[in-house]
T-cell receptor, first 113, second 114 residues
Framework: DAKTTQPPSMDCAEGRAANLPCNHS???????VYWYRQIHSQGPQYIIH???NNETNEMASLIITEDRKSSTLILPHATLRDTAVYYC??????????????FGQGTTLQVKP | ETGVTQTPRHLVMGMTNKKSLKCEQH?????MYWYKQSAKKPLELMFV???????ENNSVPSRFSPECPNSSHLFLHLHTLQPEDSALYLC?????????????FGSGTRLTVV
């Protein structure tokens, strides 16, 4: 079972920041937060991941709360091409774990003109 | 183009047919995965291979038979499928199964069983 909770859908105006929340209240110390997105009928695409510090790359920023029980993915200037299903995934490493990605329902982000 | 190539992109097969899905990556990755995505459902992990060895089978029916001849190629052999097996089948690869390794996904094969 997925260990995260996300709203099923969100809207965002083109050019504005899209803030996608994720709750992971049972996250443990060795678990990372990963974000992927899936544009209609394509394979999922990696966006960003983090452990406890905030992270930023060319696609997005990831803000993780101090207690690590929730996080927010920020797309700073959403475009119509960012319309997709966004998945927040908690994933652990370690020799006893295959480190597999388990997907939940995700959040369908609709960017509107 | 992600570096993971899946063929065919679309496949229609009868319930008595035998067909194979192919996945190929030249990213130097050692782990490969099959996922199934049915309509309106999350991706379901089916099989995991690491260095050509199967390390996970998530209770997948035997009518799905994976094969990994080397770290660059992964097949999913299909036989006597049911209409409910119609779905998008996605292949992914990663540098390994442990550690900070992201997955690279292919574009998938859209399978319709008639």
């Amino acid at each position: 079972d997925a260990k995260t909770t996300q709203p099923p859908s969100m809207d965002c105006a083109e050019g504005r920041a899209a803030n996608l929340p994720c709750n992971h209240s049972t996250i443990s110390g060795n678990e990372y937060v990963y974000w992927y997105r899936q544009i209609h009928s394509q394979g999922p695409q990696y966006i960003i991941h983090g452990l406890k510090n905030n992270e930023t790359n060319e696609m997005a920023s990831l803000i993780i709360t101090e207690d690590r029980k929730s996080s927010t993915l920020i797309l700073p200037h959403a475009t119509l091409r960012d319309t997709a299903v966004y998945y927040c995934i908690v994933r652990s490493w370690g020799s006893s774990n295959t480190g597999k990605l388990i997907f939940g329902q995700g959040t369908t982000l609709q960017v509107k003109p | 183009e992600t570096g993971v190539t899946q063929t065919p992109r679309h496949l229609v097969m009868g319930m008595t047919n035998k067909k194979s899905l192919k996945c190929e990556q030249h990213l130097g990755h050692n782990a490969m995965y099959w996922y199934k995505q049915s309509a309106k459902k999350p991706l379901e992990l089916m099989f995991v291979y690491n260095f050509k060895e199967q390390t996970e089978n998530n209770s997948v029916p035997s009518r799905f038979s994976p094969e990994c001849p080397n770290s660059s190629h992964l097949f999913l052999h299909l036989h006597t499928l049911q209409p409910e097996d119609s779905a998008l089948y996605l292949c992914a690869s990663s540098r390994g199964t442990e550690g900070d390794y992201g997955y690279t996904f292919g574009s998938g094969t859209r399978l319709t069983v008639v």
